[in-house]
């Protein structure tokens, strides 16, 4: 979509006015700084996702719009999160973000904070498997996704 | 050198390029430059309304009438939130507008400043776009744009939000020959497979019905469906949105259908297994519930400009994205030279039946009251006006009694608010109708109470000597309201009666007009061919109608179209 002020509150609009959900939405500049790229996910029936994307192309502003589900695609979501800490439980919260593929990077002597990349489905996995009282804060990015190999959206 | 222009040069001298005649607005002072430079030209001539509301029915009604873009004008803050009520109206209606909006020095947004609101916050979700011009070189291309959105595509208001300061900076003034917008296409591609699945389809109906709606009417497609209506001679129906889109007088017409429609149109439509849908959206007012109206099997065809309106209530099996005027003359040559022909046989047998339903006679009333009723009215409006008038109304009872009684035979005569329905629209959208068509009769059917919305434009008609017929159906009641809280809240007729109303002779005179009050039967023809006399004058035509006269057959809501209640 066209990189404008007022364009992100015309997407947003839409959904709530419409009574759509959205689930996640991520969206920054593209190499052409006139253009913004937004990877917007949401859940409904065939019938929902048809007029959200037929809505969605009515905007003035959407330039393109791809469904990337509809195809291969590679999404992925960065979540930071900050975790308790203590006595035998640090080895414990290291492992876990090795096994995930995590980065530790900040620590203190009481917290780690964990940086993850991955699908949506990898992030929920890597909380269900920490201890609930332990996770004192996370921030996720909603997901960000590409079609696979040939596949390009391109304006 | 070039020369500078102010922003307030600009924005007129881009009016100018665009060919406007006519502006409607009111001012205020973030838009005082704009004013200024409105008063050193004459070339767009400013109608001055008395309330923003009435600015926006009025470009509307301009709009309608005319196949032009309607242009308003006003100020910032509560300029603006009057004008939202008719921003929405045309939205719903998809009617080509541009709105000029004055908004605060850019400095001041922000910052709570007097007259300030979030004009394209608030107007996002009823305009088909908006913009807020922050930079004076951007200005002239803006408004281009603007008027290329409204005017293109499925049309709707686009608004042009301008700071003040923007108004008062100079840059050197070109207007763009042409729009180049990398997201929007308002053109389409080729659909000619669908076409031909679509004539296969007509070709094969036993039982075809054909539904049109506000679309032939925006794209001035009636020509196209007349002919290839008639060419089939199939049954043809018009939405609230379509009437004039195919001649009223044509016996193919089986009237308008839906909540208010007639017995013969719905039936037709439930039991059709062939429908072909022109510009037209399915929408709850015309089919009533859709579980019902899947309960019997069709096959249908959808053409309309919009993808969003294809598949949106009801699934549909050809849809074809296009223009209707377009696709409809594709019909017509893929029909006419196709070698298979119609299945006259069946459409005999399902014109018996529809004729059939035709004998329910729904529209009947009591012709011999000794109270007036409001058909009567309409009907005796038809023959004064010889069914050759623009006819606006308000929102209501008298609404669908004009639409059911007023048979319009040609396009563009049948201004309402049909999507929104907006009590206050029949008078200020007559005075842009009114403008369009200098030499054309204006009449506006309203009711006591939705005249009372916009009143004060008795005094807008006065000073452009504007000579609107207003013939308002006085029940003492808002009426629809009356009406569903007869049949649904058991007579309970809760804050719908219209007390402590005003002589409206009286009131109509204050302002220099020619008011009547006509409480017989037997003068409401004489007072119509009175009135319609005074060429020059508008006439408050006051008819003190029966107050219980319910608007038949209904289709209530929830229900579906063959379960109608009778008279």
Known sequence: MENEAGALSRVAGLFSARGYNIESLSVAPTEDPTLSRMTLVTVGSDEVIEQITKQLNKLIEVVKIVDLSEGDHIER?????????????????????????GNIIDVTDKSYTIELTGTSSKLDAFLDAIERNMILETIRTGASGLGRGERILKV | MSVELTGAEITVRCLQEEGVDYIFGYPGGAVLFIYDELFKQDKVKHILVRHEQAALHAADGYARSSHKVGVALVTSGPGVTNAVTGIATAYMDSIPLVIISGQVPTAAIGQDAFQEVDTVGITRPCVKHNFLVKDITELASTIKKAFYIASTGRPGPVLVDIPKDITQQKTVFSYP???????????????????KKAAQLILGAKRPMVYTGGGVILDNASEELTKLVRYLNFPCTNTLMGLGGFPATDKRFVGMLGMHGTYEANMAMQYCDVLIAVGARFDDRVIGNPKHFYSEERKIIHIDIDPSSISKRV?????????????????????????EET???????????????????????????????????????YTVTKGDAFVTSDVGQHQMWAAQFYSFDKPRRWINSGGLGTMGFGLPSAMGVQMANPNGVVACITGEASIQ???????????????????????????????????????????????????????AESYGHVGMKIEKPEDVEGALKEAFKLKKRLVFMDFITDQTENVFPMVPGGKGLSEMILV
Not at chain 1, 80 to 100: S, T
Not at chain 2, 177 to 195: A, G, I, T
Not at chain 2, 316 to 338: F, H, M, Y
Request: hydrophobic share 40%; glycine share 4%; aromatic share 8%.
């Open chain 2, 315 to 339: 699934k549909v099996d050809v849809p074809i994205v296009g223009r209707v005027s377009q696709v409809l003359n594709e019909l017509i040559t893929l029909i006419k030279a196709s070698k």
């Open chain 2, 177 to 195: 020959n042409s729009v180049s917008m990398r997201s929007y296409h308002p053109e389409v591609d080729d659909n000619s497979r669908q076409v």
């Open chain 2, 453 to 507: 919305m916009c009143i004060q434009e008795l005094s807008t008609c006065k000073q452009y000597q504007l000579p609107i017929k207003i013939i308002n159906l006085n029940n003492r009641y808002m009426g629809m309201v009356r009406q569903w809280q007869e049949f649904f809240h058991g007579n309970r007729y809760s804050e719908s009666y219209m007390d402590a109303l005003p002589d409206f002779v009286k009131l």
């Open chain 2, 343 to 381: 299945d006259a046989h069946a459409i005999k047998e399902w014109w018996k039946q529809i004729d059939l339903w035709r004998e329910r006679d729904c529209l009947r009333y009591d012709r011999a009251s000794a109270v007036i009723k409001p058909q009567m009215v309409v009907e005796k409006l």
């Open chain 1, 77 to 101: 979501e960065l979540m930071l999160v900050k975790i308790r800490a203590i006595g035998g439980d640090r080895e414990e919260v290291k492992r876990l973000a090795d096994i995930f593929r």
